[in-house]
């Protein structure tokens, strides 16, 4: 095999692999912006149901911020 045909080879599978690299990247952003807003959507309706301060409420946003952490992780690694 010529050095050539190698190297098209090579640089075949590395642009196909990043390619499959990034198009798994965006449902997981488009999945991290729908956990995020059914976070919020939790937050508010304990918020509303039980009171600011209330034990429901605190736990919300502990799992608001939890999803929040995950999502901004999945981003940048």
């Given at each position: 095999?010529?050095?050539?045909k190698?190297?098209?080879?090579?640089f075949?599978?590395?642009?196909?692999?990043?390619?499959?690299?990034?198009?798994?990247?965006?449902?997981?952003?488009?999945?991290?912006?729908?956990?995020?807003?059914?976070?919020?959507?939790?937050l508010?309706?304990?918020?509303?149901?039980?009171?600011?301060?209330?034990?429901?409420?605190?736990?919300?946003?502990?799992?608001?911020?939890?999803?929040?952490?995950?999502?901004?992780?999945?981003?940048?690694?």
């Open positions: 095999m010529s050095v050539k190698m190297f098209a080879k090579v075949f599978c590395v642009v196909l692999g990043g390619l499959c690299l990034a198009g798994s990247a965006l449902p997981a952003r488009a999945d991290c912006a729908k956990d995020i807003r059914k976070a919020e959507a939790n508010d309706k304990a918020i509303r149901k039980h009171g600011e301060h209330s034990p429901q409420a605190e736990q919300r946003r502990r799992e608001l911020e939890e999803v929040r952490r995950r999502c901004h992780w999945e981003e940048h690694h």
